[in-house]
């Protein structure tokens, strides 16, 4: 149980605390509502620049990290499709510290040439880093627009090219970072050694006087549905062939997510999950085998992965047919409760040992409050779960005419 607070500024800012007094520091999380998915298909990249460029000097603050330092802090940031994420550590004595340096960088950036260079040059070579020179680092730009046509999930966060980043423009910037990033589009949560009070004045005096903005629409259309299965094939420089089957899902407010996650758990969480056991450790064709879920706000895809110890015609054939007999499995009989309470146990587990510090109580707390959700409400949805809710939601997803399937082959 997460016991926590919270009230809403004039401004519209959302404010939630969690008293924790197991430690002399706070942490504080401001999420945006703001990611890869607010971009034009033209200008792709700009959220995950931005968590970059939020950094390098805002209005007041010219330099962020060592301002933070002083005080003994640290801070970090994470970009994805429907978010951007910023959070601060720092010594509860110092907590006004961290209040003021989040709200200048709301207030406005210093829109610097030289901090849009220096910082499209990082972005550039993460580009080239994760995306380009790593195997495997292109899937993302291969599988999402075999999944999505219309919706801007169909490029991942970083961007489509590196192109859209080279040409992005200062008047761009403050374009995009006026429509979104707004206390009236945005969730302050603090977790720590500070009192709901405390919370509240420094909230009202450094965030108070924040303007409340207009926010750029979402006008883009939703994503029609795959009527017949989908298939790419790529020769890369990658050590092992590899299978990679989406299947479109559900968003997050939606009653099904939950049991798809569940899915994705009893066929590859652990070691007694039926991947490991029928496809890996139960046959000589994979090498590991995997199932996720993109975890999106909006329609999404539920992802079967499987590394292949062989690359030719036959393998990748017989493998298919072993992926999709476990498919078809969950999908046509129920699982028992003894293998659902497992996975809901596990879920469980991971989710209150990923939320037991403060520095992810503030971060689960202004999620929550983004999905306007309580976020003690989470682990008891999954428990509700039955085996029949198992079977009806795979039978909906894991459809083989609605599916994109990505194969890579090595280079030989």
């Known amino acids: 149980m997460i016991e926590s607070r919270s009230f809403t500024l004039p401004n519209g800012l959302r404010v939630v605390h969690n008293h924790d007094d197991a430690t002399a520091m706070i942490a504080m999380t401001v999420l945006y509502n703001v990611g890869a998915r607010d971009e034009s298909p033209d200008a792709t990249g700009m959220a995950h620049l931005f968590e970059h460029l939020m950094f390098g000097g805002s209005v007041n603050v010219p330099d962020y990290d060592a301002s933070m330092e002083i ?44 901090a849009l260079e220096v910082q499209r040059n990082v972005v550039i ?17 291969l599988l999402r627009p075999l999944v999505y046509n219309i919706h801007p999930y169909r490029w991942p966060t970083i961007g489509k090219e590196i192109s859209h980043i080279e040409r992005i423009t200062n008047d761009d910037l403050k374009a995009f970072f006026y429509g979104h990033y707004a206390p009236n589009n945005a969730v302050l949560a603090i977790s720590g050694n500070i009192s709901f009070d405390d919370v509240r004045s420094l909230a009202e005096k450094w965030f108070g006087s924040i303007p409340r903005r207009d926010i750029q629409p979402r006008t883009y259309a939703p994503e029609l549905p795959i009527e017949s299965a989908r298939r790419l094939e790529v020769t890369r420089n990658v050590p092992h062939t590899t299978i990679a089957i989406a299947f479109p899902m559900c968003g997050y407010d939606s009653p099904e997510y939950a049991s798809a996650d569940i899915v994705t758990d009893i066929l590859s969480t652990g070691r007694s999950s039926r991947f490991y056991r029928e496809l890996v450790m139960g046959s000589d064709l994979f090498i590991d085998a995997d199932a996720s879920i993109l975890g999106s706000d909006e329609p999404g895809y539920l992802l079967i992965n499987g590394k292949l110890r062989k690359d030719s015609p036959t393998a990748i054939a017989e493998a298919e047919k072993a992926i999709y007999q476990q498919l078809d499995r969950i999908s046509t009989y129920e699982p028992s409760e003894y293998e659902l309470t497992r996975a809901v146990n596990k879920f469980e587990s991971s989710y209150t040992f990923g939320t037991i510090n403060f520095i992810s109580k503030s971060q689960a707390l202004a999620i929550s409050a983004m999905h306007r959700e309580n976020v003690n409400d989470i682990v008891p949805r999954y428990r509700a779960l039955t085996p029949a809710d198992i079977t009806k939601t795979a039978s909906k997803i894991l459809n083989r005419n609605s599916s994109a399937t990505l194969v890579y082959h090595p280079i030989k």
């Open 71 to 114: 005080a003994g802090g640290w801070n970090n940031a994470w970009t994805n499709n429907d978010y951007t994420n910023f959070y601060d550590v720092i010594p509860a004595v110092n907590a006004e510290t961290a209040f003021w340096l989040e709200s200048d960088r709301m207030l406005g950036l210093a829109f610097s040439e030289k």
């Open 125 to 141: 070579e993460e580009f080239k880093q994760v995306c380009l020179n790593k195997p495997y680092g292109d899937i993302a730009h």
